[in-house]
């Protein structure tokens, strides 16, 4: 625990570790976040990747109670020594971690809130969308991305940022911009933009029939987003046994059009078609 003895010493944390996608965020863009956060005494929040701590500070004094999820075993270690009051410290991998079991003891529904890694963003929203349980679990989450991601988290049909990402947070979740970062926002600063990002869980905007196939249906469609529907959701619906232009027809959507400009609700029809 070399790392920790340096900490206490001399104040200062261990450096940014690249493999874990770590930047930490400058104190006046934690104020912001904060604000824009609006939590309420009875709070409680799931952070994902605490870091050094400087949101969970400024974030501790104002809500009931604070459960940091962080991979960093030097960082986790650190933080919890400083017995940030409401807070407890779980050390781990977000993407392992079972988060309904997390919080199944918590008050409910809690929010969620992190400085997302670049380079495991998605993956961790698609928990998130997962572990709210339609709202029940999870009111929200408020998250910061690389600007590219956030991008594509809250396109529209039509945009040239829209795909597989925008439908299935849209089937879920109503998405909110909040904030554009640069990278002087952070430290080590990143080569690109960042954006806070505020997805609001609800149930199902549209009835897919099942999940798991919706999200193999919009995958696989959007493998081939520059042809037509007809072509792109050929192999899709081959792999069901099924023959596109029938369930097509079926959906009562247009075989000509180009998957991003259809809506969730389109894709809904698309997916119970195919069933």
Same mark, same amino acid.
């Given at each position: ?52 701590? /400087?949101?969970?500070? +400024?974030?501790? *004094? ?5 459960? !940091?999820?962080? $991979?960093?075993?030097? &960082?986790? #270690? ?71 991601? /956030?991008?594509?988290? +809250?396109?529209? *049909? ?5 795909? !597989?990402?925008? $439908?299935?947070?849209? &089937?879920? #979740? ?102």
């Amino acid at each position: 625990m070399a790392r920790l003895a340096d900490r206490r010493a001399d104040g200062r944390f261990p450096p940014a570790r690249k493999r874990f996608g770590q930047h930490f965020l400058e104190a006046a863009w934690v104020t912001k976040l904060v604000d824009a956060v609006r939590p309420h005494p009875d709070d409680t929040f799931l952070e994902i990747g605490p870091g050094r701590g /400087a949101l969970t500070r +400024a974030l501790a *004094p104002r809500v009931g109670r604070i459960l !940091a999820v962080e $991979i960093d075993r030097d &960082l986790a #270690a650190s933080l919890e020594a400083e017995g940030v009051p409401n807070l407890q410290v779980v050390t781990a991998d977000v993407l392992e971690v079972d988060l309904g079991a997390l919080l199944e003891s918590e008050r409910l529904p809690a929010r969620a809130i992190g400085n997302l890694p670049y380079n495991v963003a998605s993956p961790i929203l698609f928990r998130l969308l997962d572990a709210a349980d339609e709202g029940r679990r999870l009111t929200d989450a408020t998250v910061m991305l690389q600007k590219e991601v /956030a991008d594509r988290l +809250a396109a529209r *049909p039509g945009d040239d940022a829209y795909g !597989a990402l925008a $439908i299935q947070a849209a &089937l879920l #979740a109503d998405v909110e911009r909040l904030l554009t970062l640069p990278p002087g926002a952070f430290r080590p600063p990143p080569k690109v933009m960042s954006a806070v990002v505020r997805l609001t869980f609800r149930p199902p905007v549209v009835d897919v029939g099942d999940r798991a196939t919706f999200e193999k249906v919009v995958r696989g469609v959007f493998l081939q987003r520059r042809k037509t529907l007809a072509n792109a959701f050929r192999p899709v619906a081959e792999a069901f046994g099924r023959s596109a232009a029938e369930v097509i027809d079926q959906a009562a959507l247009n075989p000509r059009a180009r998957p991003e400009t259809l809506t969730v609700e389109e894709f809904g029809r698309l997916c119970r078609a195919v069933l």
